[in-house]
């Protein structure tokens, strides 16, 4: 069962455009969502996260978008750069009312920024 | 902050073999996740250790695993008996305050790379 899905796995953009990358969640529950990045032979570093009683937060070039009717939550990277190139990870924790201590994170979507 | 420590950072080992991964976490960190991570995947949580206590384990976690905090520091996870399906990438993280705190994510080590041949 994925609670946690990003249904692209790749995505490709100019340097200087916007990157928007999608998560959809199906456990309603989650009250805290966060976005890691990944760049190869690395583990995943912590990026940006929101808690389900905002609907946006920002943090220079990231933003993160949450739309709980939706259950939907998106990053974007404005302007994009060559070094953001890496799988981003969309992960939330728990349910933490089940006592559980574990991330659940998404499969991934691997960013791609053209010069 | 040194970050998350992870030895050895690739492992070849053949089948039927033993393997041992050691973690250490960042030094005020009480609280250490083991993760593993396949190709095509996001990590999946395996097991949790607050200080030397091993408080959740995945049911990804079969009886040839076993994962140990003995002074509530370093970590050491065991696979015994290895099998081709246990190739993956095993992550160790820490925290501060825990997966739910907002102030407090998880710092992830570089992994071990483990192939089963």
């Known amino acids: 069962d994925q609670q946690v899905k990003q249904n692209s796995p790749s995505l490709s953009v100019q340097e200087g455009r916007i990157s928007i990358l999608n998560c959809d969640y199906t456990?309603?529950?989650?009250?805290?969502f966060l976005w890691y990045k990944k760049y190869p032979a690395e583990g995943p570093t912590f990026l940006i996260s929101?808690?389900?009683?905002?609907d946006k937060n920002e943090d220079g070039r990231f933003t993160v978008f949450l739309n709980k009717s939706a259950k939907h939550l998106s990053l974007h990277i404005v302007p994009s750069q060559p070094g953001d190139s890496a799988v981003y990870f969309c992960?939330?924790?728990?349910?933490?009312?089940?006592?559980?201590?574990?991330?659940?994170f998404g499969k991934g979507t691997k960013l791609t920024v053209n010069p | 902050d040194t970050g998350v420590s992870q030895d050895p950072r690739h492992k070849i080992t053949k089948r039927g073999q033993n393997v041992t991964f050691r973690c250490d976490p960042i030094?005020?960190?009480?609280?250490l996740y083991w993760y593993r991570q396949t190709l095509g995947q996001g990590p999946e949580f395996l097991t949790y250790?607050?200080?030397?206590?091993?408080?959740?384990k995945s049911r990804l976690l079969s009886d040839r695993f076993s994962a140990e905090r003995p002074k509530g520091s370093f970590s050491t996870l065991e696979i015994q008996r290895t099998e081709q399906g246990d190739s993956a990438m095993y992550l160790c993280?820490?925290?501060?305050?825990?997966?739910?705190?907002?102030?407090?994510?998880?710092?992830f080590g570089n992994g071990t790379r483990l192939t089963v041949t």
């Open positions: 993280a820490s925290s501060l305050s825990g997966a739910g705190n907002h102030n407090s994510p998880l710092h």
């Open positions: 456990n309603s529950m989650f009250d805290y």
């Open positions: 929101i808690s389900s009683i905002k």
């Open positions: 992960a939330a924790p728990g349910p933490l009312q089940g006592g559980s201590e574990k991330l659940v």
């Open positions: 030094s005020e960190h009480n609280r």
């Open positions: 250790f607050q200080n030397e206590a091993q408080l959740e």
